[in-house]
């Protein structure tokens, strides 16, 4: 079993590393089972990783079809986030935390996701998670079709 996984696949409260101790909290934001492992055993190999901020996120609303009729297809369509000097100020901190941690800057910053793509290794993604400003992180991993 895994390091950091309990018996029933759940994430353990916490993981002890060799040079840190993750809480619970941190920890639920790693989103796989898989990168939970690579911090505990603080994996030397680089893992692309989204880094998901925790900030305003647009808002999907429903739209009226275009005719009085209808075309029985539902429309959608997203209103803007909340923007504005201090949502930069969080976006530019995180960024600089990032890549004070990884030794350069994050690859991407995802708008639509309030994301970043990053490069780093299993110690390191246990250092991102600690961030305040860090909601979720996610494996890069392409999905079946």
Do not use: Y
Not at 46 to 74: F, Q, S, Y
């Amino acid at each position: 079993m895994p390091p950091g996984e309990a018996s029933t696949g759940a994430p353990a409260r916490s993981i002890r590393t060799m040079s840190m101790d993750l809480p619970a909290s941190v920890l639920d934001k790693i989103q796989s089972n898989d990168l939970r492992a690579a911090v505990a055993r603080e994996a030397e190999a680089p893992r692309t990783v989204i880094v998901e901020l925790d900030l305003p996120m647009p808002k999907l609303r429903t739209v009226a079809p275009g005719n009085r009729h209808g075309t029985g297809r539902a429309c959608f369509s997203f209103a803007p986030a909340e923007t504005g000097p201090e949502i930069g100020a969080r976006i530019a901190d995180s960024s600089r935390h990032i890549a004070e941690t990884i030794g350069r800057p994050p690859e991407t910053f995802l708008e639509s996701s309030a994301s970043f793509v990053v490069e780093a290794t299993g110690s390191q993604i246990g250092q991102i998670a600690e961030m305040p400003a860090v909601s979720a992180i996610w494996p890069n991993t392409q999905r079946g079709r």
